[in-house]
């Protein structure tokens, strides 16, 4: 059985990161689930909805990706946890979802690392150059409008 993932967040991140995910991954979708978390909404109620869709989800293992560490989905997050059946990985990104999909056949423990891993390699400077089989324009002053506050 695959680690199923849940993904809690700002709305409408949670909900986009998983059609990201489909979009790569069409065989996803029952393992891939997605929690917005709308504004002004008390955290008793996201976590009442957390909670239903945990139970949902049977014995399954679940690794949960939040958005932002000590924000509300976070906050939610630590308390549906219990680091056993279910673990918690802040700071999602979609290369870190990325790999938690291709890994879910992962015992949990391992799928959390995968995700970490995932989502810090996915975060690097690129430099600015020209596209594949094209050169770069020269700069003329005239076609940049800088503006002064």
């Known amino acids: 059985m695959n680690t199923r993932l849940l993904l809690i967040a700002h709305a409408p991140l949670a909900h986009a990161l ?19 978390v709308p504004p002004n909404e008390p955290p008793e109620e996201t976590l009442a909805a957390a ?10 293992s679940v690794l949960v990706l939040a958005d932002v560490f000590g ?16 673990r918690l990985v802040a700071g999602v990104n ?15 423990e391992a799928l959390a690392e995968r995700a970490l891993a995932g989502g810090a390699q996915g ?4 430099a600015v150059a020209a596209p594949q089989n094209q050169t770069r324009r020269a700069s003329h ?9």
């Open 51 to 60: 909670r239903i869709l945990l139970q949902q989800q049977g014995g399954a």
């Open 94 to 108: 979609l290369p870190m979802l990325l790999r938690a999909v291709g890994y879910r056949a992962e015992p949990l």
């Open 123 to 126: 975060v690097m400077p690129v």
């Open 18 to 36: 998983r059609e990201c995910a489909l979009h790569v991954f069409p065989d996803c979708a029952s393992d891939v689930l997605a929690l917005d």
């Open 141 to 149: 002053d005239q076609e940049h409008h800088h503006h002064q506050q």
């Open 71 to 86: 924000a509300t989905p976070c906050n939610v997050a630590q308390r549906l946890v219990d680091g056993v059946r279910t």
